[in-house]
Structures are given as C-alpha cells and as structure tokens.
C-alpha cells in the first residue's frame, strides 16, 4: 500500500483537538478579563503578556517572580471531580511566596497539561485561577493550555503557576540587618493545609477506609471536599504592614512547615522561638496526626499546622500590627520570638 491508499490523518486522529482548544480560550476570556488591573496591556492570544509599571504608579519597583504548583492535592481533583478550587491553591501557592519578598503581586500565567482536553474541567480549574487572582489582587494576563496524548491518564492533568509581583525597592523583604533577638513573631491561620502534606494525607485517608464522600471526622462536609479546602490569599493582610513599614520580615508556611520555612526569613545569628500551645490547632490536624500515628516534630515539618503566615515585628510594633491584622478581619496570634543562634 502506497502513502496515497492510506487513510488521511489529522491532529485530531492524534488526539489533539485544536477546536476544543479555541472554544477554551473564548471561554475563559471573560474570566481573564475580571482580573485585570491598570498595567494590563492587550488580552489574551498574544505571544507574550504586557504589563505597563509606570500606568502603577511605581517610583523605585524591584520586580519579583515565583513559580510554584499544586502537588498531590490534585490526585483528590481527579478522584472527587471537584475542579473549582484547585486553580485558587495555584495562584496562593505563587502569590503568598512573592509577598515574603515584599512584593505586590501583578500579574499571573497558567499552564495547564493534560493528555485529553475536557473543556468543562479546564473552564472549572481556570475559574478558580481566576478567582485566586481576584483574592491575590494580581491580574490573569496569559497561560498555556497543553493537550498531550499519552503523557497524562484519563482524566488527569497537571497545573504549573506563573507570578510577578514589584515592590519598591525600600520596601524589600525581609530586613536582616534591623532583626533583633526579642523581635514577636506574629502568625495568622491557614485554611488546613493548604497544599502541602497531601501524598502523607492521601496515605492517612487510604488507612482509615474512608471514602471521598463520606462526612469528614473533623468537618460537617464530605471528606474529599473539606481536604480540598484552598489554600488562603494573603495580600490583603500582609500588603498593609510592608507598606507602612510595620514588619522585618515575613514566612509563607508551605512545605516544610514552621520548622523549615520561617528561617527563610532569619538572618544566620537569629533562630526562631515557638511557643506551640500559643495557638488553637485546628481539629484537621488532631485527626491527621491521630489517624496516621504521625510524630509531633513530623507534623510541625510537613504541616502548617494551623498558621499560614508569620510576621517578624519589632516589640513596639507588635500591638500595632496585631491592630492593623484585626482590621482586615484576621486573628493574629503572638506564636513565638527570636533569639539569639
């Protein structure tokens, strides 16, 4: 049989569906569109996004970038079929990081991988980019949507998050040289666990039995749903005190957890003091620990454990930031201090 007396192949026999593709973006344009701000220049479809500093207003901008994903937390997505929220722990992973530099974030960019494109679950994960870059304050500027036969199971797929954020360069976090001992470290709560600790949740939650939609032990709601609970967007609390020069440093309590992420912010002379009865852990945590017989210290360094972000703050600061914190609706909590290495 000659080439010609075989049957004609397209993209499409190959599994990619260009069309579905096009209908996605006209889809999720509106969305994209909700989160723009003054710098945002053009929309989507480009080869690359634009964004305008001087239309901010900046005077001195330092630009920070950060990349992040979601982990195994999206392994739930698949098994639950809840899609919506996944896209809000992408942005926060990225957002949260930028704001310990100090930065404000900008503007965002996705990337979305799968081995066949469902546009409804697409459209459901880049609702919640959307919405997670409404919280962060950031505009949703571009991303990249791959159909990759083969390289991803049914019904499976992968999120990558792209973030830039500016601040000033006065404002530039954290501040190694003002760091005392006796600086108060200041925490406010997560939302669970954010997304970190998930291939350690998946193991605990496959030891008990438990299935997805059964009610959670520590929450009213079905188990899979309240463990896809997502991650908190801090700019509104955090953005206030960088800005009026209230804190020296700030941690986002990602993987690794207290332990290993508030040194990030320390100077090698200072190591942080916690207290860990200073603060309400969250029944999430009790059952995770309970159910998987996990060791204390292995819970502090995988788990947030209840505290989503740490401010380092003078001591005639500390009232004053705890005030500005209250203002915006947080509850924050006196967890520690630091003292000399």
Not at 56 to 65: F, H, Q, T
Not at 68 to 83: C, N, P, Q, R
Not at 118 to 132: K, L, M, Q
Not at 228 to 253: D, F, M
Request: charged share 20%.
């Amino acid at each position: 049989m000659t080439s010609k007396d075989k049957p004609s192949l397209s993209y499409k026999d190959a599994g990619v569906d260009i069309e579905a593709g096009e209908r996605l973006v006209d889809a999720i344009s509106p969305l994209a569109k909700a989160t723009r701000r003054a710098g945002v220049m053009g929309g989507l479809g480009g080869f690359g996004a634009l964004f305008d500093l001087k239309k901010e207003n900046w005077k001195d901008p330092i630009l920070v970038s950060g990349t992040d994903g979601v982990g195994t937390k999206l392994m739930l997505a698949f098994e639950t079929g809840i899609h919506n929220t996944v896209g809000i722990d992408l942005v926060a992973m990225c957002a949260n990081d930028v704001l310990a530099q100090g930065a404000e974030p900008l503007f965002f960019l996705d990337y979305f991988a799968c081995g066949k494109l469902d546009p409804g679950i697409a459209e459901a994960v880049i609702s919640g980019i959307a919405e997670g870059c409404r919280q962060a304050g950031c505009a949703l500027v571009g991303g990249e949507t791959a159909e990759m036969p083969g390289m991803y199971p049914p019904g499976h797929y992968d999120l990558a998050g792209f973030v830039v954020g500016a601040v000033e360069r006065e404002n530039v976090l954290p501040r190694f040289a003002e760091m005392k001992a006796g600086d108060v470290l200041i925490g406010i709560a997560s939302s669970g666990p954010h997304s970190n600790g998930y291939s350690l949740i998946r193991r605990i939650v496959e030891r008990t039995g438990l299935k997805w939609d059964a009610t959670a032990p520590f929450s009213n709601k079905p188990l899979g749903e309240a463990l896809l609970t997502p991650t908190r967007l801090y700019s509104h609390a955090a953005l206030p005190l960088i800005r009026n020069e209230r804190i020296k440093g700030l941690a986002h309590i990602t993987g690794g957890g207290l332990t290993e992420n508030v040194p990030r912010m320390l100077p090698d002379d200072l190591t942080a003091r916690f207290d860990r009865a200073s603060w309400l852990l969250p029944d999430i945590f009790r059952w995770l620990q309970e159910e998987g017989n996990v060791a204390e210290d292995e819970m502090h360094r995988t788990f947030n454990m209840g505290i989503g972000l740490v401010f380092a703050v003078s001591p005639d600061q500390a009232e004053r930031a705890i005030a500005d914190l209250q203002a915006v609706g947080e509850n924050p909590v006196v967890i520690g201090d630091l003292v000399p290495a």
